[in-house]
């Protein structure tokens, strides 16, 4: 079905939560091409090589209030970066608390390292794309409620289940992100409309992508 929407002209894009290096087994299954949508739209990235054409970030002051909130109630948080250098997503953990088990796992098997650090240093400061905390289900709501009550407008966020760790994740972007403004900005590197866009997806970090697609 892919291959024929291909055949037809059509762009076929992945449009994910995770980044685009952790996507390069499904792209490569698929045999996907040309830019994609990753981190929740956070980034848009070329599929073939994982780089980046278009980041959201979030400013740093906001960041450093986002890592004191997790970090005070004893969560390391997981710091997504697009490395300047590279131009690939990057991770870093701090050191606030022990990683979840879902995260560690999660890094293991997609042969992704997160450096451990202190604090962040100013040279990543304004990278970074993504914050994020993985906990267990009892407190994840208690934890969402708090965010959102304290960060009402300043940022996106969302908190999703995850049935194989039986954790809940919790996710933290700039304002103004999420999977269907990735969309729009992939459509316009590609030089189309964003009314021409076909969308599918079954999660709660899917809504806004399901609302904006015609």
């Known amino acids: 079905a892919l291959q024929r929407a291909r055949d037809a002209g059509i762009h076929v894009g992945i449009c994910t939560g995770r980044n685009?290096?952790?996507?390069?087994?499904?792209?490569?299954?698929?045999?996907?091409?040309?830019?994609?949508?990753?981190a929740n739209g956070a980034m848009v990235c070329e599929m073939r090589d994982g780089r980046s054409v278009d980041s959201r970030f979030i400013a740093w002051g906001l960041a450093a209030e986002v890592i004191d909130f997790f970090g005070g109630r004893g969560h390391g948080v997981l710091?997504?970066?697009?490395?300047?250098q590279t131009r690939?997503?990057?991770y870093q953990l701090t050191e606030h608390g022990p990683a979840h088990r879902g995260t560690t796992e999660w890094l293991a098997l997609n042969r992704m390292h997160a450096e451990v650090i202190?604090?962040?240093e100013p040279p990543y400061r304004e990278r970074i794309v993504r914050l994020s905390v993985v906990v267990d289900v009892?407190?994840?709501?208690?934890?969402d409620a708090a965010l959102r009550e304290k960060f009402a407008g300043k940022v996106d966020s969302h908190s999703i289940y995850s049935p194989y760790y039986d954790c809940q994740v919790i996710e933290v972007f700039s304002q103004g992100t999420d999977k269907w403004t990735g969309i729009e900005r992939m459509a316009k590197v590609l030089g189309f409309s964003a009314d021409e866009v076909i969308a599918i997806g079954d999660d709660v970090n899917d809504e806004a992508m399901r609302k904006g697609a015609k």
């Open 20 to 38: 685009s290096v952790e996507s390069a087994g499904v792209i490569g299954a698929l045999e996907l091409s040309g830019p994609g949508v990753f």
């Open 79 to 84: 710091v997504l970066r697009d490395d300047l």
């Open 88 to 90: 690939l997503p990057a």
């Open 118 to 120: 202190s604090e962040v």
């Open 138 to 143: 009892a407190e994840g709501m208690a934890i």
